[in-house]
């Protein structure tokens, strides 16, 4: 497919349209209408660098700690479970980073909080499991008028086409049943990103991570936001230290949306006093 040089601009016969805005707003159309979008994070050289750098000890911490035996046969080895509580502060800053917050708020009326963060490699010469098309609510077969949840995939090197960039099927969102095989490969789109940027989808884009044909592995941390109304895939709160977070951050890490134990609990989170 190619873009032609002369799109026309002129139209007629229309009533309402989006007004033009920042790049920010551009990049919140582009998920609302097909699914998916990339931004710029605005991280400095040195601030990538040193992510990378973190990335590559929490990996090596954790493999570890839980054995690479065990984590590849439980198919858990190219990933690293919520990256933010592993203890560098970094990762939390990741998943409060200003420009992502500014495009989900635009995305996800009302409130919203991190369901997941997760450091994903996807390793040379070799399948894995994202590789395979899915959303990132699986196994769901629905359509919503509005975003109940957005995937903000951080890009840790540069996605390539031969390292394995992230393929999408645009507008795939909007349909319920996943596309047929003749569909994919007429429609299928990759995304190539450098390296400190965020991949935006609609989390019920259908996508899927390439092959990767490099000689080296292509590294990213997956953030998953939703609606409060979805359980965290671990509990973020439970694995941090409250005091050194802005009110901010507790209500999107999910300080405020802990499920009660107790009708007292409830009620202590809700602003009542202690029974």
Sequence with gaps: MTIADDIPEDFYGVLH?????????????????????????????????????????????????????????????????????????????LALNHNLLAVLGKLILGKY????????????????????????????????????????????????????????????????????????????????????SFILLDCMLFHAGGFNNSGAARRGVNHVYTIPYFKQQINIPMNLKEESLSIEAREILGFNCMEPVSIDSYFVQRGGKKY
């Design 113 to 196: 909080i991190l369901n997941q963060q997760n450091g994903v490699i996807n390793p040379p010469q070799e399948t894995f499991s994202q590789g395979m098309w899915h959303r990132d609510l699986p196994y769901q077969h629905f359509v919503s008028t509005r975003p109940l949840a957005i995937n903000a995939l951080f890009c840790v090197d540069d996605f390539t086409t031969e390292n394995g960039a992230t393929f999408v099927l645009p507008a795939s969102h909007k349909s319920e049943a996943f596309p047929s095989p003749a569909y994919i490969k007429r429609n299928a789109v990759q995304l190539e990103a450098k390296a400190g």
């Design 17 to 93: 349209r989006e007004s033009a805005g920042s790049v920010l707003d551009d990049a919140a159309e582009q998920v609302r209408r097909i699914g998916y979008a990339v931004i710029d994070s605005g991280h400095s050289t040195e601030g990538l660098a040193r992510l990378s750098k973190e990335f590559d000890l929490a990996r090596a911490r954790y493999v570890k700690k839980y054995g690479e035996a065990d984590l590849r046969k439980l198919n858990e080895l190219h990933t690293i479970r919520a990256l933010l509580t592993h203890g560098d502060a970094g990762f939390i800053g």
